[in-house]
Structures are given as structure tokens and as C-alpha cells.
């Protein structure tokens, strides 16, 4: 990665050289590791736009050209021929697995879906109108309560259960935390079926009737966990490295990463962003919410449209586009209100000349919400859907961490424009 190329900055007329790093890919990067110790100056870069806080092997967008690899392999080529544990397993190890590591690593999670039976009353103590994310938060910080065994962060065997534990736990954790905000019992883990059906059997089974998971909505379902499995340094991924850089155990860090993921900025985009198409209702309509969206005095967004990294076509959004197709068709569903929006909406915007200039196109959040729904996803579960798909990107992120001999604890700086020094003053001279 480092070699002999260098940059010069010139500060007050001494010149500072800096090492530039080459990536695999990608632009150049300066390091600046040693700028404060040699020339006293800090680097200022709000919301990180131009800054890589780590070196990663695992996930690489371009976002100009609109394309998401996994340890190379491009999320297309994965999401047509590959399936959500596979991904899981590229994710974490570095490689595919050959099929008897696959077999392994499916049975080690299959292994572990079930949770604590404790953990059941600790569900109890939410009220029933929780939102899932809140439960979700909760829950999944208080595994490390439940799974001390696991949470030696300094021993890989252990760093190793944790993270299988994470995986297999975290669509049971979801799904209870869904019936739990029904009112209906809570569904245990079928190891017969594969990661995707046992979760929609999870979710839709109750005791009284026999539910058979249809394979076409579980091969839909594990797509939209595979797009969603990794995206670099993220928000929620970087939150997951920070919490983590301190030494805290990794489910602790995990809640970290579902908290960040939960503001609609990021993950909790997908609930806005049906929540919007419906509110938009008809195509009529659409010509007022993108003058909203257009007005640099009305906080509106187009949600599930713009992104920080791709100025181009989402690679996710493409094929949860065609997916929102293939599921409605399925279902039998013609003429759906919302998704006939939602194309209307990204044909207009698309033409747009503020949407073109500024580089704003759907993002994965645009058509999910289309496809849950249709599922029978009651909104609020859009995002711990999400969440438990990310749990396996959050990880792999993680343990690349821990196990790097570089990581130190993050600790940016800051620019600071508050008070000078000043004496304190009595109350009744105030
Ligand atoms: N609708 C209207 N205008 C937008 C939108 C949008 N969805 N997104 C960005 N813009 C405008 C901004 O107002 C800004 O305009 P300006 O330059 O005139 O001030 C310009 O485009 C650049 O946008 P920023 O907000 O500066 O871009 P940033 O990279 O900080 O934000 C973000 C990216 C948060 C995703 C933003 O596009 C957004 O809020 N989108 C809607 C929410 C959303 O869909 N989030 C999901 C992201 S994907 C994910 O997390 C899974």
C-alpha cells in the first residue's frame, strides 16, 4: 500500500512532506498521521467527506461509476448467483467458500439461532408499542449480559463465536421483536429452513396454523439481505469502529452501529421513503414534492434518493428495482399505487436539471420499502430488516480492526470556536 510517493505542504513557508498512499484502487491518499506532531495543525473535515479513517480489504465503491464490490466480486454477479450465508462467509473470511466450508459455516450458524430463554423476559420490560429499532437496540447491547463467554475481545476463538452468535441471533432478535409489537408469541428458530425462510417463518408463522414459507418471497428476501450485507465506512459501520476501538465487546458495539443506523439519514431511510410514497399517493401529486424537495427553504428530501458516495445509479437500487417487480408479480399484485409512484417519481427526478446537476439518484433505500411491504412488513420493520443484514458487514469491519496491530482508539480533534479563557462569576453578579 505505502510507497515513496510524497506530497508537499507548505504552511507559513515551511514545508511539510507527506507520504501518499496508494490503495488497490481507488484515489490516492495522503497520510497525515504525523502532520500535528511536525507542523502543530489539525485537519478539519466535517461529516469525514474527505477523509478514510481505516485501510479495508473487505468492501470498494465508485461511486461515479455506481459500482459496490465485495472483496471484489461486484454486488450484481453476488446478488443473481450468490446467496445471503455465502456472502456471509466472503464477508468475514476473504474468500468463497468451497462447498464443504459452506456447509460448515451454515451449520455453525444454524447452530446458534436460538437466544437465551432468559432474553424473553427481557423483551417483556419494552412496552408493546416500541418501535422494533428500539427494541432492537436494547436487546442486541444486552447479549453481552447474556453471553460472556463471548465477549474477550483479545481472543480470536472468542471474537470468532461473537460473531457467528451476532449473525445467527440477530434475525431471531428482530422477529421477536416484531411479534412482540403485535401480540402474538414469540416464534423459536427452524433449522431445517435455510437463513431467509426461517426468518419469514419467524416473523408470519403463529402456533395456531401451519405456514409454509414460499421459496420465491425467501429468494427475495435473501437478496435485499445481501445488498444490504456491507458498504464500507459507512455511518453506523464507522460508529461499529469507533465504539470498538475502545475495546468494548462486540455486541455492545453492534447496538452502537443499530443506533446510528436507525436515523433516516441512513437506515431509517427506508421506512421515510415508503412513508413518503404513500403520502404522495398519485402520480398527480409528484410535481409538488419535487418542488419541495427543490426548495432550499423547506427541510423536505426526496427520501431514498442522494447519497454521499454514489453521483450515480445505486448498483443495489437497480436490482431491488427489478426485484420490486418480480415480488409483486409473484403476489399477484398489478397496478400497485405505490411502486407505480415511486417510477414516476425517479423519471421525473431523473430529468430534473436540480436532480442532474446535484447528482442525486435513487439510492437502496428507494424500492425496499415496496418489497418488505408487499412481503407483509409492517413499515417500522424496514429498518431492523436492514440491521440484522448489516450485522455480517458491522463484524467483518470489526474484527479487520481488532485484529489489525495498527488499531488505536478514535480520538478525532476539533476546531475550536467557543469562549476564551474566562473567570468564573458569583450568581448574584450575573
Ligand atoms: N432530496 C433533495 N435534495 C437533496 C437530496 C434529496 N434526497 N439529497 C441531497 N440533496 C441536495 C442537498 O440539499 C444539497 O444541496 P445544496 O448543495 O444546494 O446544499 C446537495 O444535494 C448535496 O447533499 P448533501 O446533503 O450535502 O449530501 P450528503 O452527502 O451530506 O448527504 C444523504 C447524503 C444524507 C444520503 C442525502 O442525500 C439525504 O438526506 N438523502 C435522503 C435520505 C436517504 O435516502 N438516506 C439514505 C442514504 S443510503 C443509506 O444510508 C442506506
Not at 468492501?59 to 455506481?66: P, V
Not at 459507512?234 to 470498538?244: E, I, Y
Amino acid at each position: 500500500m505505502a510507497d515513496s510517493k510524497t506530497a508537499k505542504l507548505l504552511i507559513n513557508n515551511a514545508e511539510f512532506e507527506l507520504p501518499v498512499l496508494t490503495p488497490t484502487v481507488g484515489p490516492e491518499v495522503l497520510d497525515i498521521r504525523k502532520l500535528y506532531g511536525q507542523a502543530d495543525v489539525f485537519t478539519y473535515d466535517p461529516g469525514f467527506t474527505s477523509t478514510a479513517s481505516c485501510d479495508s480489504t473487505i468492501t470498494y465503491i465508485d461511486g461515479d461509476a455506481g459500482e459496490l464490490w465485495y472483496r471484489g466480486y461486484p454486488i450484481d454477479q453476488l446478488a443473481a448467483k450468490s446467496h445471503y450465508l455465502e456472502v456471509c462467509y466472503l464477508l468475514l473470511y476473504g474468500e468463497l467458500p468451497t462447498a464443504d466450508q459452506l456447509h460448515d459455516f451454515e451449520s455453525r450458524v444454524t447452530r446458534h439461532t436460538m437466544v437465551h430463554e432468559q432474553m424473553h423476559y427481557f423483551f417483556r420490560g419494552f412496552r408493546r408499542d416500541s418501535h422494533p429499532m428500539a427494541t432492537m437496540v436494547g436487546v442486541v447491547g444486552a447479549m453481552s449480559a447474556f453471553y460472556h463467554d463471548s465477549t474477550d475481545i483479545g481472543d480470536p476463538w472468542q471474537r470468532e463465536v461473537a460473531a457467528i452468535r451476532l449473525i445467527a441471533k440477530l434475525p431471531t432478535i428482530a422477529a421477536m421483536a416484531y411479534k412482540y409489537s403485535i401480540g402474538q408469541p414469540f416464534v423459536y428458530p427452524k433449522n431445517e429452513l435455510d437463513y431467509a425462510s426461517n426468518f419469514l417463518h419467524m416473523c408470519f408463522s403463529v402456533p395456531a396454523e401451519t405456514y409454509h414459507v414460499d421459496p420465491a418471497l425467501a429468494r427475495a428476501m435473501d437478496r435485499i439481505f445481501t445488498l444490504h450485507a456491507d458498504h464500507e465506512q459507512n455511518a453506523s459501520t464507522s460508529t461499529v469502529r469507533l465504539a470498538g476501538s475502545s475495546g468494548a465487546n462486540p455486541f455492545a458495539c453492534i447496538a452502537a452501529g443499530i443506533a446510528c443506523l436507525w436515523g433516516p439519514a441512513h437506515g431509517g431511510a427506508n421506512q421515510a421513503a415508503l412513508e413518503m410514497l404513500r403520502e404522495i399517493g398519485t402520480v398527480d401529486n409528484i410535481p409538488e414534492y419535487i418542488a419541495k424537495a427543490k426548495d432550499k427553504n423547506d427541510p423536505f428530501k426526496l427520501m431514498g434518493f442522494g447519497h454521499r458516495v454514489y453521483k450515480n445509479f445505486d448498483p443495489r437500487a437497480k436490482v431491488m428495482k427489478e426485484s420490486a417487480d418480480e415480488v409483486l408479480d409473484l403476489l399477484g399484485v398489478h397496478n400497485n399505487p405505490t411502486l407505480q409512484v415511486a417510477k414516476e417519481l425517479e423519471k421525473i427526478a431523473l430529468e430534473d436539471e436540480y436532480f442532474i446537476e446535484k447528482k442525486l439518484y435513487p439510492n437502496v433505500d428507494f424500492y425496499s420499502g415496496i418489497i418488505l411491504e408487499a412481503m407483509g412488513f409492517p413499515t417500522s420493520m424496514f429498518t431492523p430488516i436492514f440491521a440484522l443484514s448489516r450485522t455480517v458487514g458491522w463484524i467483518a469491519q470489526w474484527k479487520e480492526m481488532i485484529g489489525d496491530p495498527q488499531n488505536k482508539i478514535g480520538r478525532p480533534r476539533q476546531l475550536y470556536i467557543g469562549s476564551l479563557k474566562r473567570d468564573y462569576i458569583d450568581i448574584e453578579t450575573r
